[in-house]
């Protein structure tokens, strides 16, 4: 088991929170919750796919740890990031009568962190939060941060906070019932993490002779534990000097204001997050070579990474098809303070800066 603390300014204790990795340490690990949660009552949200496969798995533990909580189970999928979901957790607070030394335990995807942390961080003005990711993308990247959201029709995450999470519980072994787009989605966030300057997963990624099969690469535990802790760690480096977005922490937008377009264009749902990411790392990488803003090979050496990390060709091959159609909703990122878009684009591999870029420039890239 790997542990690595995410400390921010002030260092008060509930300011410091422990992300635990490993193989099976769910039971273990939950014994974190007497610093997090003292009263040991707590609301778990999941939705109905994982927690048919592991709701047993979780009420067996909390129940041995004598944990007194309730289960709120709401439909898998981006549909669920809504305010009228929201509402329907809020009421089912009420009914549990939690309390403000209570907490919101968070088991599943990306989706539920989303949708559980901002629930925590709204009722009763603040609630203990705590994270059990149950995908890969999660483990890597959505439960670090405390960013927290839902979404409006109008656009992804535009109803949010930051709110960070007491604790994180990241067990690889919930990730075995992972389908391939799920896999992949969350290997494109480590890829990024790659990019963004971690030189060990980069030396992973580029030199990567994995045993292959129809569905994934195949990782040992500990090749897996591995790339979990690096990229956890990766993100928290940057939380921790820049909490609340307005620096260095832009950097890990990397490919995601072309992520976001594709996700509106075609609909939430039609891509997964990491799947659109993979392309909006390809297209960011194009713009930066066409612009003359990163070094020749920079885009074949992305491309190369991706395909070393097993993501499927059908994700990332012709990257530019439909550019023109979803690039408007570019323009409609709520990163962007003006007319110009805010880019993450490299240099080279591993050395990322942030470009104020005219849509005009963009759309001659792709014309």
Same mark, same amino acid.
């Given at each position: 088991?790997?542990?690595?603390? $995410?400390? *921010? %300014? ?6 410091? #929170?422990?992300?635990?990795? +490993?193989?099976? @340490?769910?039971?273990? /690990? ?47 999928g981006e549909k669920s990031k809504s305010l009228g ?33 901002f629930a925590a961080a709204t009722y009763m003005r ?23 959201? $839902?979404? *409006? %029709? ?6 949010? #906070?930051?709110?960070?999470? +007491?604790?994180? @519980?990241?067990?690889? /072994? ?135 990390? +097993? ?13 023109m159609d979803f690039l408007p909703w570019v323009c ?36």
């Amino acid at each position: 088991m790997r542990e690595l603390r $995410v400390t *921010l %300014p002030g260092n008060a204790p509930e300011r410091e #929170s422990p992300i635990v990795i +490993g193989d099976g @340490i769910l039971k273990e /690990s939950v014994s974190y919750l007497r610093d997090v949660c003292p009263s040991r009552r707590v609301a778990v949200i999941s939705d109905d796919k994982v927690w048919s496969l592991y709701g047993d798995v979780l009420d067996n533990v909390l129940r041995e740890c004598g944990i007194d909580f309730i289960s709120v189970v709401v439909p898998e999928g981006e549909k669920s990031k809504s305010l009228g979901c929201l509402e329907s957790l809020y009421n089912e607070f009420c009914r549990f009568r939690l309390r403000r030394n209570d907490g919101v335990m968070a088991f599943g995807g990306g989706v539920i962190g989303d949708l559980a942390g901002f629930a925590a961080a709204t009722y009763m003005r603040g609630v203990s939060f705590i994270q059990i990711p149950t995908t890969l993308m999660a483990q890597v990247d959505s439960s670090v941060g405390g960013k927290v959201a $839902v979404n *409006l %029709p109008q656009g992804k995450n535009l109803v949010g #906070s930051f709110y960070q999470p +007491g604790l994180v @519980i990241a067990d690889t /072994s919930l990730l075995g019932t992972l389908d391939k787009r799920d896999w992949d989605s969350g290997m494109a966030e480590v890829v990024k993490y790659a990019a963004l300057g971690n030189e060990r997963l980069r030396e992973i990624f580029g030199s990567a002779q994995w045993t292959r099969n129809h569905s994934r690469v195949q990782w040992s535990h500990v090749q897996l534990e591995e790339i979990i802790y690096l990229s956890c760690a990766s993100k928290a480096a940057l939380v921790m000097e820049d909490e609340r977005d307005t620096g260095v922490r832009a950097l890990l937008n990397f490919g995601h204001t072309f992520a976001h377009a594709l996700e509106k264009f075609y609909g939430f749902g039609h891509y997964r997050h990491g799947e659109a990411v993979a392309r909006g790392m390809l297209l960011a990488a194009k713009v930066g070579c066409r612009l003359g803003v990163s070094e020749p090979g920079t885009f074949a050496a992305l491309e190369r990474m991706l395909e070393n990390a +097993g993501i499927d060709r059908r994700v990332t091959k012709n990257v530019e098809e439909n550019v023109m159609d979803f690039l408007p909703w570019v323009c409609g990122d709520k990163k962007n303070l003006s007319e110009d878009i805010s880019l993450v684009l490299l240099k080279r591999m591993g050395e990322p800066l942030v470009r104020r870029v005219r849509y005009e420039e963009i759309c001659g890239v792709f014309d």
